[in-house]
């Protein structure tokens, strides 16, 4: 499974941005697609997950209600809508497909996204 993210870019804060990550087939039901991102000296962390069949998501407290994950089965996509965006947002935004949260074994190349102050 090949993964390939798009969508980053330069924006200030309080702006919104929209990550896209294609995949190029589809996944088993059970599936956990998820955005991870890393920032400068940071950790890589998870913002969202979305199981592939039933659409359930998780989002950690940094960004509940800021962002939003979206899959759509039938053009194999997954997207993170990323609302009212923080400098500390700033980092390389990674999608990525596993078995389970947590456990992604496709990852795509990431996005950078900058939010200036």
């Known amino acids: 499974v090949q993964l390939q993210a798009s969508g980053g870019g330069l924006v200030q804060a309080g702006d919104s941005l929209r990550l896209s990550c294609a995949a190029s087939?589809?996944?088993?039901?059970?599936?956990?697609l998820a955005w991870l991102r890393q920032g400068p000296g940071k950790e890589r962390e998870l913002v969202g997950n979305?199981?592939?069949?039933?659409?359930?998501?998780y989002y950690p407290e940094a960004v509940k209600g800021r962002f939003t994950i979206s899959r759509d089965k039938g053009k194999r996509k997954v997207y993170l809508q990323m609302d009212n965006l923080k400098p500390e947002d700033t980092a390389v935004y990674y999608c990525?497909?596993?078995?389970?949260?947590?456990?992604?074994?496709?990852w795509g190349q990431g996005t950078l996204v900058t939010v200036s102050s």
């Open positions: 979305i199981r592939w069949g039933a659409g359930n998501t």
């Open positions: 087939e589809g996944f088993f039901s059970s599936w956990s």
């Open positions: 990525a497909a596993g078995t389970s949260i947590g456990d992604y074994k496709y």
